[in-house]
């Protein structure tokens, strides 16, 4: 089985645009191409997986979501919830994150998150219901639209890769804070979404990572 990624031929028409309007993106588009295919199931078992990957490298996140796959089986609300401490800790979660992800299950349950009304919201809307859940702020939010709901124009602006990125593709003497990323990604409204995928791919491919 090939190990070879898929280039997203959707990105194109966007990052075309996007390279008619910034010469930066145009430069480094030419030289790296389109991002490869990635996409992120909506719903409980969506927002879990991003719990599982905030502040860890992707390997990781693979490798505990894979125990926990083996825990639990499936990932819904209920099967968390069954999960004792000790199997938390074997999957690999932090107490923080077995707290997020039992606080996420109990607000599914109760009906105080309702994820099935989401795709219907404006983006800021969603950000709004999903970040009163405690352990998802505004990066999962931004991720979770961008992955999940497919939106087109976001900016996951806390993300360092991103930041990192930008820094390089900008040329700048410092990485950017998140208000910065906002300011220099304005410029790429309404396609913030395949810009910030742009630049993941560009921060694994052009030496940065």
């Not at 505990?64 to 199997?87: F, H, M, S």
């Not at 352990?135 to 939106?151: D, K, M, S």
């Not at 742009?198 to 491919?205: A, D, I, P, T």
């Amino acid at each position: 089985m090939s190990d070879r990624k898929i280039s997203d031929e959707s990105l194109r028409p966007a990052l075309v645009a996007l390279s008619g309007l910034d010469p930066d993106v145009a430069r480094a588009f030419a030289e790296h191409g389109l991002p490869p295919e990635r996409s992120q199931e909506a719903g409980f078992d969506g927002l879990i997986r991003m719990i599982i990957s905030q502040q860890v490298s992707v390997q990781s996140a693979r490798a505990i979501l894979g125990r926990l796959l083996e825990q639990v089986g499936e990932i819904t609300p209920e099967a968390i919830l069954k999960l004792d401490d000790e199997g938390m800790k074997a999957a690999g979660l932090s107490r923080p994150k077995q707290r997020y992800a039992r606080g996420l299950a109990d607000d599914v349950l109760s009906g105080k998150l309702q994820l099935d009304l989401l795709p219907g919201m404006e983006d800021e809307a969603v950000i709004d219901h999903l970040i009163a859940v405690k352990g998802i702020g505004r990066w999962t939010c931004e991720v979770y639209l961008l992955f999940a709901l497919r939106r087109p124009d976001v900016m996951p602006a806390a993300d360092l890769a991103l930041q990192e990125a930008m820094k390089h593709l900008k040329g700048l003497e410092q990485r950017p804070s998140p208000a910065e990323m906002y300011r220099l990604s304005e410029l790429w409204r309404p396609h913030r979404s395949a810009g910030a995928r742009f630049l993941w791919h560009y921060y694994r491919h052009a030496g940065i990572a």
